[in-house]
């Protein structure tokens, strides 16, 4: 399997050098995007494969890497959207309160508030909405630090999630339930268990909306005109005046996104776990940053990738997993091990920004 | 003649608008007035007596007076932080809890019955080293990978509850020692709260040290234009190398000021959101978050007026954590207000006003 993403990863990257005669400054840019791309493909790939060569056990079965893709699909999508927002050159940590917030405003709507499962989900992108535009507005418009705007937001989220509801409680909505216990049979890639019954490898329904984000994320930044600007204001904002950008309307956006995207993984998030918790997600906004570094967006914006972004949630999650399949599974050590890699990865970039000056 | 007075007076008072104290202050006036129309009783400090039977003041404010100076302390180092890098550190709070376990496991140790092993000096000394390495590590990262500071310190402040938690094996060690309450508590025989009297000395020496050094305009420098204060041969590097283990420094204090009040330490709760106060505490400052200019006393009163809106909000039954909900609420007005775009719309206004008036 490792093979063969790699052959296809190297034709990708001959194909990117035939393009790159075409135009100066955005063929540099691009091979940015690729070798951090490679770098983190390799990386995933070498660690899951070490991972089945060396502990076996769980790493051979297929559903092992649905579970992985279970438990994230949240933040897969709520990364995407912090991906977005590093490229534009800005920054969201707000995430983390907002799915927060989301879950537990679902969770007392359709529980003390008898609502159905539409209106809940128009809830939950009403919310990621709200924190989106009014960060976004308040970035672009007034010029303010995007970390100082989004900490206020975080601990503005974290505050509303408690006085909407202080204690965590299970959701026993019926339609909610059933919708939560939904899943989707993978084919042939089962496998037989102890009893000897054929059991199904199966994803929840959160990893399709993940998926889906991904693909149209992943199109959206490589061939529209949006997501092209979003890059050029990253890169440079005053050259991306110049040529004639909204640079204003293009950072709004791009938190307005992202504010989207925190409102959609906040609802898959809900989905997954099926209860409000002021304690939810928490941690989530720095693993968003950190899949986003480690997939390869720079901090200094302008460049990235979302399929980049995607495989750095699942390193995060990997090494996550064999740290504690080794028995290292003390809380501590996931902090330790997330931080490490980010430290990790923050000096990669920083070496390979050193050498482009 | 009126004319020019009043000339006289609106330009005194556009010139205290100016200076950058003036928010602090302003803020602080604002509390206290909505706290004396509210509740007079929120101004009440009575004398009473501790359980070992010594004088202690108490009453909101000296609560204000206590906790402020944790915050007050952060404000020093996260200041120059700021001023130096134009970032903020967000470790500072698990920095705190770092520290702290260090000096629970050189004075106790692991498995001690809580009697002291060490002299509370070298505890504070090893918590000092090692707090101010940490630093040092975010230091390397910003100054010499010019990383982000935030995302720089965002390794730390992962990783940080995790390292204090595993310096002590993961246990609480219970200081019994009465000696050591000494430093979150009361000093035998004064009534006001120990952490202010460390909070005056720490800002004593800040300001002696930028008194008798260049060290703060070399900041202001290189926080102003970081490559043009190279070419003027200062070393921007070192400069904001070492306003991160100056940062360092402030935190070990800070540490040994929480784990005094307990006796102990718990590795999740210890020191939670005071990055917030702290980095609150700066903007409140009216200090420029993107740094370069910067006033150290408009940050330690900041401090000291975050405190006090806490523990306005804590007397009206705002549960701990719905606080940062409002304070979320003050940081945004704060950074809206001190907004260029929007201070320079509001001067356009004011200026159009006073035409208008001319013509009338």
Redesign the interface.
């Known amino acids: 399997m490792g093979k063969i993403a790699e052959k296809t990863e190297g034709s990708r990257l001959i194909m990117e050098k035939t393009k790159k005669t075409g135009n100066g400054l955005k063929a540099a840019k691009l091979t940015d995007t690729n070798l951090l791309l490679i770098i983190t493909i390799v990386v995933f790939i070498v660690m899951y494969a070490g991972a089945m060569i060396f502990l076996q056990k769980g790493f051979l079965k297929p559903q092992t890497f649905f579970n992985i893709l279970n438990a994230n699909a949240a933040l897969i999508i709520t990364s995407c959207g912090m991906s977005i927002v590093m490229i534009t050159g800005g920054i969201d940590i707000s995430v983390g309160g907002v799915v927060a917030l989301v879950s537990m405003s679902c969770a007392v709507y359709l529980d003390y508030q008898g609502g159905n499962l539409f209106m809940s989900l128009l809830l939950a992108l009403g919310i990621g909405l709200a924190f989106g535009a009014v960060q976004g507005a308040l970035v672009a418009y007034l010029d303010i630090q995007p970390f100082i705007v989004s900490l206020a937001g975080m601990f503005f989220a974290r505050g509303m999630t408690t006085i909407v509801h202080t204690a965590p409680f299970n959701v026993a909505n019926e339609a909610f339930v059933a919708l939560k216990g939904t899943r989707i049979n993978v084919p042939g890639l089962g496998t037989v268990n102890k009893l000897g019954n054929y059991v199904n490898a199966y994803v929840e329904i959160g990893v399709l909306v993940a998926l889906v984000t991904v693909v149209v994320l992943f199109c959206v930044l490589k061939w529209t005109k949006l997501g092209r600007s979003f890059y050029a204001v990253g890169g440079n904002r005053q050259s991306a005046l110049m040529l004639g950008i909204n640079v204003k309307r293009t950072r709004f956006l791009s938190h307005l996104i992202c504010g989207l995207m925190a409102g959609i993984g906040g609802y898959v998030y809900f989905l997954h776990v099926g209860s409000g918790s002021a304690s939810h997600a928490s941690g989530m906004e720095m693993n968003a940053i950190a899949s986003s570094i480690i997939g390869g967006t720079l901090l200094t914006g302008g460049v990235g990738n979302i399929f980049g972004t995607f495989v750095g949630v699942l390193s995060l999650s990997t090494i996550q997993n064999i740290v504690s399949s080794i028995g290292l599974d003390q809380a501590w050590w996931t902090g330790i091990t997330v931080a490490a890699m980010l430290c990790v990865f923050l000096i990669i970039q920083s070496v390979i920004l050193a050498r482009k000056h | 003649m009126t004319g020019k007075k009043s000339i006289g007076t609106e330009n005194k008072f556009a010139d205290l608008f100016r200076r950058q104290i003036f928010i602090p202050i302003a803020a602080l006036l604002l509390l206290a007035l909505f706290n004396l129309v509210v509740d007079p009783s929120f101004f009440k400090i009575t004398l009473g007596h501790n359980s070992v039977g010594d004088p202690v003041l108490t009453g909101y404010l000296m609560t204000i007076l206590d906790y402020g100076s944790e915050v007050a302390i952060l404000a020093i180092g996260m200041t120059l932080v700021t001023a130096a890098s134009g970032?903020?550190d967000?470790s500072v709070g698990a920095a705190v809890a770092i520290a702290g376990s260090v000096i629970l496991r050189v004075l106790v140790g692991l498995g001690g019955d809580g009697t002291l092993q060490a002299p509370i000096l070298v505890g504070f000394l090893a918590a000092c080293v090692v707090a101010m390495l940490f630093g040092a590590f975010n230091g390397v990262?910003v100054a010499i990978?010019?990383?982000?500071p935030?995302?720089?310190t965002?390794?730390?402040?992962?990783?940080g509850?995790?390292?204090a938690?595993?310096i002590n094996n993961?246990e609480l060690p219970i200081i019994t020692d009465k000696g050591f309450t000494v430093f979150g508590g009361f000093i035998p025989g004064i009534p006001i709260p120990t952490p202010f009297f460390l909070a005056v000395l720490c800002v004593v020496i800040a300001l002696l040290v930028l008194k008798f050094t260049n060290l703060g305009l070399y900041t202001q420098a290189v926080g102003i234009n970081s490559s043009s204060s190279r070419l003027n041969g200062l070393n921007p590097t070192f400069i904001k190398w070492l306003s991160f283990v100056i940062l360092g420094l402030c935190v070990a204090v800070v540490g040994l000021i929480k784990t005094s009040r307990l006796s102990t330490i718990n590795y999740s709760v210890i020191a939670k959101?005071i990055e917030?106060d702290a980095?609150l505490a700066v903007?409140l400052g009216g200090n420029v978050?993107?740094g370069g200019k910067f006033n150290i006393m408009a940050s330690i009163l900041g401090a000291y007026v975050i405190q006090f809106l806490t523990t306005t909000l804590y007397k009206f039954n705002v549960?701990s954590?719905?606080?940062?909900?409002?304070?979320?609420?003050v940081?945004?007005m704060l950074?809206?207000i001190s907004?260029?775009?929007?201070k320079e719309k509001l001067g356009a206004w004011g200026r159009s006003l006073k035409k208008q008036k001319g013509a009338a």
């Open positions: 970032g903020q967000i990262l990978f010019r990383i982000q935030m995302v720089a965002l390794i730390l402040y992962t990783a509850r995790s390292i938690a595993w993961n959101d917030m980095i903007a978050l993107s549960s954590d719905a606080l940062p909900a409002y304070k979320a609420v940081v945004i950074v809206v907004a260029p775009t929007v």
